[in-house]
């Protein structure tokens, strides 16, 4: 891999930890991620990416234009939700809502696409 990727993706790391911990830590059900579709719009927006909200009651679609001609183009869909799980365990950023927590995985899978949607921004060519 290209020593100028890795070490742009290196830089987003605390960033991309902070997201996902507390997406960690604010879980929401299915058809409730209202605080996590917020996040999520608010940072593609802080990014240069044009959002639409509200895709389905709470979907988030951010679309990044490339600064080249043609019609490229690239899907990236993450869930949201979180189950309705008891969390037990030492974690700094322990679910914060009693008997939901992301035991499913969708705190990370959101951050990794927010993380592919800051580089992309970045790297519009």
């Known amino acids: 891999m290209d020593n100028s990727l890795l070490s742009r993706l290196h830089a987003m790391q605390n960033e991309l930890t902070f997201i996902r911990q507390d997406i960690h830590a604010h879980p929401e059900t299915a058809m409730n991620e209202v605080r996590t579709s917020a996040m999520v719009a608010a940072k593609l927006k802080q990014w240069g990416i044009t959002v639409t909200e509200e895709v389905g009651n709470l979907g988030v679609v951010g679309t990044l234009k490339s600064n080249t001609s043609g019609n490229r183009s690239i899907g990236l869909r993450a869930d949201m939700d979180a ?7 030492d974690l700094s950023f322990v679910s914060t809502i ?4 992301h035991a499913c995985g969708h705190d990370g899978h959101t951050t990794m696409l927010l993380g592919a949607a800051k580089y992309l921004a970045e790297n519009r060519d």
């Not at 009693?98 to 927590?101: A, L, P, T």
């Open 83 to 89: 189950l309705k799980i008891i969390e037990k365990n």
């Open 98 to 101: 009693s008997g939901i927590m």
